[in-house]
């Protein structure tokens, strides 16, 4: 049925027509029954925060009419007629609605037409009904001010466990833990003390799979805090971690050691029992609180969880002292795999020693047990003297450039000096390969990036007979790897350089001195970013034997 019907105009010379079902009519929802009549119930859409007639996103100067902006108020009929059209032609509440109520505004014969209809969304996504209103609209959150700060951080920051309403219900569909997973409870997600913005501390910190963490935070102290269940032990061991939801295998806390840390900062070692914080009302001392954690979760290459082990500070506390400190530390192992600190997970991190090592016939790659020492550059001393500074080195860190050197003091032997200096310059034991991340494991060889040695020597003059090294530069290329969103660093390139010099006989003269340098240089080789999209799928199509009878 058509009608007209008033959006707030008041110029009788504008046709306003409004198209579609009677005004009492509401969008229906139909429910049919096995065995049963159809039965039709109705129910209401969610009401527009905003009356659409009075939208106008083109409105943009105040009190006056904005050129071909037929939803602006400010302009009347003679306006219209200037207009060559409507910039914005159609309004919509909102878009995710199944029936959505739209005004059409157009300009005919220089007069504005304003038509009303009701459109059907043809996507089967769309909201027929809705049981949360505020869900549909965007909320205006709360700005921080001096006067509401602490209600703020009092509704948004607990220190509690075990509320199910602050975290999402455990999803059911992961067949193994992946990098970044959060790791699964009984009960929720595995969650540990962290700071939240400032160093005040939040328990609603998850843990994610493959993460490593080390966080500090304060929590305030009072008498009523030694009931406070984040200082209790319990809340830390009695979780039982999912190995992952497709096996469903419920995993203990294991408690390896406990420590206990006196009121003067004295720990001591402490037997494995079941602490509870107890408070003593005439001192104001609160003793068995938990101060910090240290969780070693040992995995699978499945992505899997075999066991969780940890130890516990705890100690005494004064709670008129203030707020006291917490320190938790997570770390993962694979299993069968000795635990050592990685330079990266998996790309490398800034300010980390590279990992090296060399390869015998028949085994994996061989490091040293100092990962400082893997990868080493000469390290200047106060002398500068070469003949002795044979041993004194310094770890070579990704991402930092580095340079050093020494003097060759005369008179020696040319032959002494030529072995001296390359002793020197690249140490007793320099590796042949490099891990290409921070995390590669030695029996992973296709992982480890060989170096390349060049070597060059400078043109020889009629008085210099003694061949020496003079100079050693290693070029380390890496570029970034994987997503834009969090590139890795990887190393794909190592080159040592080694420069020779014919030099006068070292064993004459005296007094006189040959400068010897050695340098480390990283270089980013990453390609520019390009997007990516994964294979469209193959279309295997087949066909019965006689579709194109009686054709063929």
């Known amino acids: 049925e058509n009608g007209t019907d008033s959006w707030g105009v008041d110029d009788p010379n504008i046709t306003e027509t409004k198209l579609g ?3 009492n009519d509401k969008p229906s929802l139909t429910v049919r029954n096995t065995g049963s009549s159809e039965v039709q119930e109705t129910k209401a859409l969610p009401a527009p925060v905003t009356n659409i007639a009075s939208l106008c996103v083109c409105d943009l100067l105040v009190g006056q009419c904005d050129v071909n902006c037929c939803c602006d108020s400010d302009c009347n009929l003679s306006d219209f007629s200037l ?3 409507c910039s914005v032609p159609v309004v919509t509440v909102d878009s995710q609605l199944c029936t959505q109520e739209t005004i059409q505004y157009s300009i005919t014969s220089g007069q504005r037409t304003v038509t009303a209809v009701e459109n059907i969304n043809p996507s089967i996504f769309c909201i027929q009904t809705a049981n949360y209103q505020p869900a549909l609209f965007y909320i205006t959150p709360d700005v921080p001010t001096a006067n509401n700060f602490d209600n703020l951080l009092a509704t948004h920051s607990k220190s509690s466990f075990g509320s199910a309403m602050d975290v999402p219900s455990t999803p059911q569909n992961i067949i193994k833990y992946e990098y970044g997973s959060l790791i699964l409870t009984t009960n929720s997600y595995l969650t540990l003390p962290a700071p939240l913005g400032t160093a005040r501390c939040t328990d609603r910190n998850p843990v994610g799979f493959l993460v490593n963490q080390d966080s500090m935070c304060s929590l305030g102290m009072s008498f009523r805090s030694c009931s406070n269940p984040v200082l209790s032990l319990r809340s830390y061991t009695d979780v039982k971690i999912l190995s992952s939801s497709h096996l469903l295998l419920q995993i203990n806390i294991t408690v390896q050691s406990i420590s206990m840390k006196s009121l003067s900062g004295i720990s001591i070692p402490n037997s494995v029992s079941d602490y509870v914080p107890t408070l003593d009302n005439t001192t104001g001392i609160c003793n068995n609180v938990v101060l910090g954690g240290n969780y070693q979760i040992i995995y699978t290459e499945q992505g899997t969880i075999l066991d969780v082990i940890a130890s516990f500070l705890l100690g005494a506390v004064n709670t008129t002292a203030g707020p006291i400190q917490q320190n938790f530390k997570v770390h993962f192992t694979q299993n069968g795999t000795s635990p050592s600190p990685l330079s990266g997970n998996p790309g490398y991190v800034a300010g980390l020693p590279i990992v090296a090592g060399y390869k015998e016939p028949q085994s994996g790659i061989i490091q040293n047990t100092n990962r400082f020492g893997q990868l080493t550059i000469l390290k200047s001393s106060a002398d500068q003297n070469c003949l002795t500074q ?5 770890a070579i860190l990704f991402g930092y450039n580095m340079a050093s050197g020494c003097k060759l003091q005369y008179p020696v032997a040319c032959q002494i000096a030529a072995v ?16 290409s991340f921070g995390n590669s494991q030695p029996q992973n060889f296709l992982d480890w990036v060989p170096i390349t040695i060049l070597i060059s020597t400078l043109p020889q003059t009629s008085t210099a007979s003694c061949k020496i090294p003079i100079s050693f530069d290693l070029e380390v290329r890496w570029t970034k790897y994987g997503s834009l969103v969090n590139p890795q660093a990887q190393i794909v390139n190592v080159t040592e350089k080694i420069t020779y010099a014919f030099v006068p006989d070292t064993n004459l003269g005296s007094g006189n001195f040959l400068q010897i340098s050695t340098s480390v240089t990283f270089l980013d080789v990453s390609a520019p970013a390009v997007p990516g999209y994964k294979v469209p799928p193959t279309i295997d199509a087949k066909l019965p034997f ?7």
């Open 21 to 23: 079902s009677a005004e």
């Open 83 to 85: 207009f060559s059209g």
């Open 390 to 394: 044979e041993g004194n080195r310094a």
């Open 420 to 435: 001296s200096i390359l002793n020197v310059l690249k140490g007793q034991q320099f590796p042949e390969y490099v891990a």
């Open 546 to 552: 006689d579709f194109f009878s009686p054709f063929v």
